[in-house]
């Protein structure tokens, strides 16, 4: 399973639910697999799955995305306990794991050891912690998150990447600024938060 097939298939379930992506190539290979204007591209490190709980507790009748890195996962690794506390029904987190930070010359990271993410979201209390790397499993297991109550916490296993064939994905005709305010416009249209002047 490589990292296009992931995000096709997060695509595919997600339809227009906002979603949060990590720093890395995988907001550029999601932008060009499915943009969705309810897209904030490119979080910084440790950030996705923070910033995707406030929006699951804060907007409990949308499914919200996580869409992180392995090694953005492990910068981020205490928010899985909030995440097990609070037990947001409407929230998925999907961490794509190549067990290497690519954007750095592909340096391993803890997951190529002995660091099992699924382990530690489920002793964080999350019990909808799984671990997939073909394409049929993910598709079901994304199914479920779409229409089940979660929270959901899938580590998709894909192949090991080589930076100079993933960085020749696109660059987006936007920076994480605007990409913000357009995320944030689009919540506003779909009428789910008051417009910024509102507040």
């Known amino acids: 399973m490589n990292r296009v097939e992931v995000l096709e298939i997060l695509a595919r379930h ?35 799955t923070a910033v995707c709980l406030g929006l699951a507790l804060a907007l409990p009748g949308e499914r919200i995305y996580a869409v992180e890195g392995d090694g953005s996962m492990l910068a981020g690794l205490a928010t899985l306990t909030t995440v097990g506390r609070y037990q947001p029904e409407n929230l998925v987190i999907l961490v794509v794991d190549n067990r290497a930070y690519v954007t750095t010359g592909s340096i391993a990271s803890a997951t190529s050891g002995t660091t099992d993410l699924v382990a530690i979201a489920k002793g964080a209390g999350i019990a909808e912690a799984h671990r997939v790397s073909d394409p049929a499993a993910l598709d079901r297991l994304m199914a479920r998150a779409a229409s089940e109550k979660g929270p959901f916490f899938v580590v998709a296993s894909i192949e090991q990447e080589d930076m100079r064939a993933v960085g020749k994905s696109g660059a987006m005709p936007f920076d994480i600024v605007e990409s913000s305010i357009r995320f944030r416009r689009t919540l506003e249209d779909k009428g789910l938060v008051p417009p910024i002047w509102a507040v």
Request: proline share 11%; no cysteine; charged share 15%.
């Open 14 to 48: 997600r339809g227009d639910s906002p979603a949060v992506t990590g720093p890395s190539f995988g907001g550029r290979v999601l932008y060009g697999v499915d943009h969705r204007p309810a897209t904030l591209y490119n979080m910084e490190l440790g950030y996705p």
